[in-house]
């Protein structure tokens, strides 16, 4: 089995580096900028707080990129301003769940980012629904549904993505939304 842990990945980096010009053989210090943007880039998070203080000080907050990442921001965005900051959370997991942040996923005839079946009950077409604007649009609205049928708690509101009922008991949930 290869082995992938943080201190291979930096190896492989200076390697790179070295290879192309970037770097001297000199050993590489654990606080230098280019090593924490590649294990930043390859973690998909900022390093902690106590190596964050050794960037250089002029160095710009560095943005995550990707399609994957560009939706979650779209999701964000649109849960905070049409649900409440308080639901970011819970839509991201159930997003993560149903379609993995692919805007285009389809299986069954359930449709885009949260797997609707029946987008048509929100006023956008199947096909618009597998564009992520029109699949943002029908699982916000069904899941502003879910919060007036008395969703109160991120369990709940998973709960009602995955059955179409806050109220539904966890055993009869799929294995992905069961909580311990």
């Known amino acids: 089995m290869l082995y992938t842990g943080p201190c291979f990945i930096r190896a492989v980096y200076l390697a790179l ?8 053989c000199a050993p590489a210090r654990a606080d230098d900028f280019a090593g924490q943007f590649f ?3 390859a973690y998909g998070h900022a390093p902690s707080s106590e190596v964050r203080g ?10 995550l990129t990707g399609a994957r990442y560009a939706v ?21 997991h159930i997003v993560r769940i149903e ?29 618009q629904a597998m564009t992520c604007d029109g699949g943002l649009a029908v699982g916000v609205a069904y899941l502003q549904r879910c919060l007036r049928m008395g969703a109160r708690s991120q369990a709940m ?16 949930l799929e294995r992905a939304y069961r909580r311990a």
Do not use: D
Not at 77 to 92: D, E, I, K, T
């Open 72 to 92: 979650r921001q779209m999701i964000a965005s649109h849960v905070a301003a049409h649900m409440g900051p308080q639901w970011v959370s819970a839509v991201l």
């Open 54 to 63: 050794a960037w250089p000080k002029n160095a710009a907050p560095l943005q």
């Open 17 to 24: 580096a070295a290879f192309a010009g970037g770097l001297s």
């Open 39 to 41: 294990i930043e880039q």
């Open 157 to 172: 509101l998973e709960a009602c993505e995955n059955s179409g009922s806050p109220f539904t008991p966890r055993r009869r």
């Open 99 to 127: 379609s993995g942040f692919r805007c285009n996923a389809y299986n069954r005839g359930h449709y885009g980012l949260f797997q609707v079946a029946a987008p048509r009950q929100f006023g956008v077409s199947p096909h």
